[in-house]
């Protein structure tokens, strides 16, 4: 069974990069379908898409977003990034990786999660 | 603001039968599939009905996905109290290039 953990600094301050890492296990990232995914929850609630890497490593991101994120893999880790430059505090979230199985949007599953705080 | 509507919040009692709402458009439910996810408190998000109103293996039979045009439904009958959680809809939005959209989310309170 697929499982995915999310690790990465839980505090940046703001004009800075917040990085974060997937570790993808019981499976192989490099399985063809799948679209790897980040995913942030604002602390009022709200679920925000950030963006995918598709198993052939072709990227999409969301147009709000697009201009200040990276994903990328690392294969032989099997793992994927996150890189969100020029933070400010309302990129205080938590942050959830996820894998796109036949669709994009078909989330399943998900890592726990991870809290980044924006604070100088 | 959400481009995707669900109300705030939603409550029943054991037993029950509860509707949840998604309103969307043209662009994102009236063309594409709706997913839902449940989020249990201190958890993430974990899907719950995808394509509309198929549900994953595992995932009981008093949940049903409706879709009509540019809005969605969320169905849990037999209401019971670990249903407490918020509830998601989710669509792919056209505009533009394109993006994944979830809704506001709904709070359901079992009584």
């Known amino acids: 069974q697929v499982q995915l953990q999310e690790s990465g600094p839980g505090l940046v301050k703001p004009s800075q990069t917040l990085s974060l890492t997937c570790t993808v296990s019981?499976?192989?990232?490099?399985?063809?379908?799948?679209?790897w995914s980040w995913i942030r929850q604002h602390p009022v609630k709200g679920l925000e898409w950030i963006g995918y890497?598709?198993?052939?490593?072709?990227?999409y991101y969301n147009p709000s977003l697009r201009s200040r994120v990276t994903i990328s893999f690392d294969m032989s880790k099997n793992q994927f990034s996150l890189r969100l430059i020029s933070v400010t505090v309302a990129d205080t979230a938590v942050y959830y990786c996820?894998?796109?199985?036949?669709?994009?949007?078909?989330?399943?599953?998900w890592g726990q999660g991870t809290l980044v705080t924006v604070s100088s | 603001q959400s481009v995707l509507t669900q109300p705030p919040s939603a409550s029943g009692t054991p037993g029950q039968r509860v509707t949840i709402s998604c309103s969307g458009s043209?662009?994102?439910?009236?063309?594409?599939?709706v997913y839902w996810y449940q989020q249990l408190p201190e958890a993430a998000p974990k899907l719950l009905i995808y394509?509309?109103?198929q549900r994953p293996s595992g995932v009981p039979d008093r949940f049903s996905g409706y879709k009509s045009g540019t809005s969605a439904s969320l169905a849990i009958s037999g209401l019971r109290s670990e249903d407490e959680a918020d509830y998601y809809c989710?669509?792919?939005?056209?505009?533009?290039?394109?993006?994944?959209?979830f809704g506001g989310g709904t709070k359901l309170a079992v009584l």
């Open positions: 989710a669509a792919w939005d056209d505009i533009l290039t394109g993006r994944v959209l």
């Open positions: 394509k509309n109103n």
């Open positions: 043209s662009s994102n439910i009236g063309n594409n599939d």
């Open positions: 890497i598709y198993h052939s490593g072709s990227t």
């Open positions: 996820a894998r796109g199985s036949t669709t994009v949007i078909w989330f399943d599953p």
């Open positions: 019981g499976g192989s990232i490099n399985s063809g379908g799948y679209y």
